[in-house]
C-alpha cells in the first residue's frame, strides 16, 4: 500500500496536464445555439480533465521480485506504449491558456523519457503545469505540509470534485503522502486496515483504493528550497485517508546508502508515529 520516488513520481505526472478550459470565443456572436457547440465544448472540458485525472493514475504493474533489467524493461515499454501516447493526446488538445506548461512537460517527457520522473526539475515543472491544469479545470489548491511525522493543512471535511494538492516538505527525512479511499464494503477502521495490512498486505490492499500519491524530499539544509510535488485528483464521496508509509529514519542520506548496497530501508512506517489523516468527501 506504499510507494517510492520514481512510482509516486509517475503518479504525480500528468496532474499537469489538466487541459479542459473554455476560451472567451466560445461566447462570441454566431455561435451555436444552446445545446449546440457550447455543450460540445463543455463536454470536451470535462473529458479532458477526466483524462488527465485517468493518466495521473496510471502506474505500471511490476512485481518486485523480477530482477532489476527486467523491471527497467517493463518500466520503459509502460512509458512508451501508455503513457507517452497520453501526454501527446493531451498536448494535441492542450487550449491556449494551458499550452505554454503543457508544451514545456511534454517537451520534458521526449527528451529525458522514463529518466524525467528522477529528473531534479521535474517537480518544478510538473507543478506549474499543474497549477495550469487546476485554473483550466475549475479546481480548487490545497496545500499540505510534511514534518516528522505529521500532515499539516488537511482539513477534515472537503467537496467532492477535481483538486489539486501540493506538498512540501519541511522534516528532515523522505515523506509521502499516499491518498486511500474505503470501498463500499468496507468496515473496518483505517487503523485496523493498517494493522491489517502488516500481516497481510493483499488483503488489506483490498478494501480500499489508491487514489493518489505525492512524494517529497526535504529542503537542503544550505541549499534552496524543495519544490511542492503536486498532483491533479478527482475526489469522489466517501472515507478517505493520507498516509505516509516511508520508513523512520530515512533521510536523503539514508536512502542513498540503502541504494547503493541495495538493502530495503529498515523501520517502523511513518504512520505509526502518527503519520495519518482521515477526512471526508462530501
Same mark, same amino acid.
Given at each position: 500500500?506504499?510507494?517510492?520516488r520514481?512510482?509516486?513520481?509517475?503518479?504525480?505526472?500528468?496532474?499537469?496536464?489538466?487541459?479542459?478550459?473554455?476560451?472567451?470565443?466560445?461566447?462570441?456572436?454566431?455561435?451555436?445555439?444552446?445545446?449546440?457547440?457550447?455543450?460540445t465544448?463543455?463536454?470536451?472540458n470535462?473529458?479532458?480533465?477526466?483524462?488527465?485525472?485517468?493518466?495521473?493514475?496510471?502506474?505500471?504493474?511490476?512485481?518486485?521480485?523480477?530482477?532489476?533489467?527486467?523491471?527497467?524493461?517493463? @518500466?520503459? *515499454?509502460?512509458?512508451?506504449?501508455?503513457?507517452?501516447? #497520453?501526454?501527446?493526446?493531451?498536448?494535441?488538445? /492542450?487550449? !491556449? =491558456? $494551458?499550452?505554454g506548461?503543457?508544451?514545456?512537460?511534454?517537451?520534458?517527457?521526449?527528451?529525458k523519457?522514463?529518466?524525467?520522473?528522477?529528473?531534479?526539475?521535474?517537480?518544478a515543472i510538473?507543478?506549474?503545469a499543474?497549477?495550469?491544469?487546476?485554473?483550466?479545470?475549475?479546481?480548487?489548491e490545497?496545500?499540505?505540509t510534511?514534518?516528522?511525522?505529521?500532515?499539516?493543512?488537511?482539513?477534515?471535511t472537503?467537496?467532492?470534485?477535481?483538486?489539486?494538492?501540493?506538498?512540501?516538505?519541511?522534516?528532515?527525512e523522505l515523506?509521502?503522502?499516499?491518498l486511500?479511499?474505503?470501498?463500499?464494503?468496507?468496515?473496518?477502521?483505517?487503523d485496523q486496515?493498517?494493522?491489517? @495490512?502488516? *500481516?497481510?498486505?493483499?488483503?488489506?490492499?483490498?478494501? #480500499?483504493?489508491?487514489?493518489?500519491?505525492?512524494? /517529497?524530499? !526535504? =529542503? $537542503?539544509p544550505?541549499?534552496?528550497?524543495?519544490v511542492?510535488?503536486?498532483?491533479?485528483?478527482?475526489?469522489?464521496?466517501?472515507?478517505?485517508?493520507?498516509?505516509?508509509f516511508?520508513?523512520?529514519?530515512?533521510?536523503?542520506?539514508?536512502?542513498?546508502?540503502?541504494?547503493?548496497?541495495?538493502?530495503?530501508?529498515?523501520?517502523?512506517?511513518?504512520?505509526?508515529?502518527?503519520?495519518?489523516?482521515?477526512?471526508?468527501?462530501?
Open positions: 500500500m506504499g510507494g517510492r520514481g512510482r509516486l513520481a509517475a503518479l504525480a505526472l500528468v496532474p499537469i496536464l489538466a487541459l479542459g478550459a473554455c476560451s472567451d470565443d466560445d461566447d462570441e456572436e454566431g455561435s451555436a445555439p444552446a445545446g449546440g457547440a457550447t455543450t465544448v463543455a463536454n470536451q470535462q473529458a479532458f480533465c477526466a483524462d488527465v485525472v485517468t493518466a495521473n493514475t496510471l502506474e505500471p504493474d511490476i512485481p518486485e521480485d523480477l530482477p532489476e533489467a527486467e523491471q527497467m524493461r517493463r @518500466g520503459q *515499454e509502460f512509458f512508451q506504449k501508455e503513457y507517452l501516447p #497520453v501526454i501527446k493526446r493531451i498536448q494535441a488538445a /492542450a487550449p !491556449p =491558456a $494551458a499550452k506548461p503543457v508544451d514545456e512537460i511534454a517537451r520534458f517527457f521526449e527528451t523519457g522514463p529518466q524525467a520522473f528522477e529528473d531534479d526539475e521535474f517537480s510538473a507543478l506549474r499543474n497549477q495550469a491544469a487546476a485554473a483550466a479545470c475549475g479546481a480548487e490545497n496545500r499540505v510534511a514534518v516528522n511525522y505529521a500532515f499539516q493543512g488537511m482539513p477534515a472537503f467537496e467532492a470534485g477535481h483538486r489539486l494538492f501540493r506538498l512540501r516538505n519541511t522534516g528532515t515523506h509521502e503522502l499516499i486511500i479511499r474505503k470501498k463500499a464494503t468496507t468496515t473496518e477502521s483505517f486496515i493498517l494493522a491489517l @495490512g502488516s *500481516e497481510d498486505q493483499e488483503a488489506a490492499e483490498a478494501k #480500499v483504493d489508491q487514489v493518489g500519491a505525492l512524494f /517529497a524530499f !526535504p =529542503a $537542503a544550505s541549499g534552496p528550497e524543495s511542492d510535488a503536486s498532483a491533479f485528483l478527482d475526489l469522489t464521496p466517501g472515507q478517505y485517508a493520507a498516509v505516509c516511508i520508513p523512520v529514519g530515512l533521510t536523503p542520506a539514508a536512502a542513498e546508502a540503502a541504494e547503493r548496497t541495495n538493502q530495503e530501508p529498515e523501520g517502523p512506517p511513518h504512520f505509526t508515529r502518527g503519520m495519518k489523516t482521515e477526512f471526508t468527501v462530501r
